[in-house]
């Protein structure tokens, strides 16, 4: 099952903050985010499991919701280098490889 | 660069014809991902190996099959081709212990244009 990404794209001035949301309608076992540039080749950013957790990379972040299946991408005072297209992927249990591709935020910076 | 090499990088055929994407994982890795990115469409997960067995499937076309070698390596076929296979096919790799998805790194991809 496909995760559902919104917005679908967003432009954003430099410095400004953006939030990226991932949902899917299964229990999710793990969130996983990459980032991919034009005409380049995804880039892992974080892994988020079960269990409500948070992390961050320098200034992004993401929360990961296990009982509404939600995960979110925080970016702060965005940066042009953040620009590109931003992929969830979810895995719904333990032990299952299987790593499913949302369709995608396109994330655009001027400056 | 992500340690893993992909080939062709670009390849143009004809509908109707067979071709063969080869991918070689980072050292140490033994899991394999392959996926197709239509234009400005998302990743679509086809199909993934571990230690040279398919471990998860996803809507990969009965005209398209994978293999994993010994070595690791891993081929993608795709036969009988359509306009509509013109995509870019990423493999990626991780080590994936203990059944849980790692990071993955992705090679550069191959841009498949069926004329």
């Known amino acids: 099952q496909q995760p559902v990404q919104s917005p679908q794209a967003v432009i954003l001035r430099e410095g400004e903050d953006a939030v990226i949301n991932c949902s899917s309608s299964?229990?999710?076992?793990?969130v996983h985010w990459y980032r991919q540039k034009h005409g380049e080749a995804p880039v892992f950013l974080m892994i988020l499991l079960k269990g409500g957790e948070q992390k961050g990379h320098d200034k992004i972040s993401a929360s990961f919701n296990e009982k509404k299946q939600q995960s979110s991408l925080y970016l702060t005072a965005s940066q042009l280098s953040y620009s590109g297209t931003y992929f969830c992927g979810t895995v719904p249990n333990f032990g299952n490889e299987k790593l499913t591709f949302g369709t995608g935020t396109r994330l655009t910076i001027i400056p | 660069d992500s340690g893993v090499t992909q080939t062709p990088k670009h390849l143009i055929t004809a509908t109707g014809q067979r071709v063969t994407l080869r991918c070689s994982p980072r050292?140490?890795?033994?899991?394999v991902y392959w996926y197709q990115q239509s234009l400005d469409q998302g990743l679509q997960f086809l199909i993934q190996?571990?230690?040279?067995?398919?471990?998860a499937k996803g809507n990969i076309l009965e005209r398209f099959s994978a293999q994993q070698f010994p070595d690791l390596h891993s081929e993608l076929n795709l036969s009988s081709l359509e306009l509509g296979d013109s995509a870019l096919y990423f493999c990626?790799?991780?080590?994936?212990?203990?059944?849980?998805?790692?990071?993955?790194?992705f090679g550069e991809g191959s841009r498949l244009t069926v004329l």
């Open positions: 299964k229990a999710l076992y793990s």
């Open positions: 190996y571990y230690n040279g067995e398919e471990r």
């Open positions: 990626a790799s991780t080590k994936s212990v203990g059944g849980r998805t790692g990071e993955l790194f």
């Open positions: 050292s140490g890795d033994l899991s």
